[in-house]
């Protein structure tokens, strides 16, 4: 019964700043790390960067020093912060949670996804 609601898409300029919110909600869990994915029209979904529950962040050769990934975790909310926007990062973006389950077990939950379109 988790939800996770995205926010902060739109459309930009080359070069320029956009920053994406995702809003955790529901029953008490334990997490195991959350991430961003996106998802170019025409192209397989690409895993952009995660930020693991000891605050550990990994990231995409593509977005590398440009993105950053952080939360905050009194309200419950995961950020991705894009600067020096190019048109190939237009794609839709959703936000991912993994949960820790009994024996060893994870589960994923996914936002709904928010559109990035950078064009001049």
């Known amino acids: 019964q988790v939800q996770l609601v995205e926010s902060g898409g739109g459309s930009v300029q080359p070069g320029g700043p956009l920053r994406l919110s995702c809003a955790a909600s529901?029953?008490?869990?334990?997490?195991?790390?959350m991430g961003w994915y996106r998802q170019a029209p025409g192209k397989q979904s690409e895993w952009v960067a995660t930020?693991?529950?000891?605050?550990?962040?990994n990231y995409a050769d593509s977005v590398k020093d440009r993105f950053t990934i952080f939360r905050d975790n009194a309200k419950n909310t995961a950020y991705l912060q894009m600067n020096s926007l190019k048109p190939e990062d237009t794609a839709v973006y959703y936000c991912?949670?993994?949960?820790?389950?009994?024996?060893?077990?994870?589960?994923?939950?996914w936002g709904q996804g928010t559109q990035v379109t950078v064009s001049s």
């Open positions: 991912n949670l993994r949960i820790k389950l009994p024996f060893g077990k994870s589960y994923d939950y």
């Open positions: 930020i693991t529950s000891g605050g550990v962040t």
């Open positions: 529901g029953s008490i869990f334990s997490i195991d790390a």
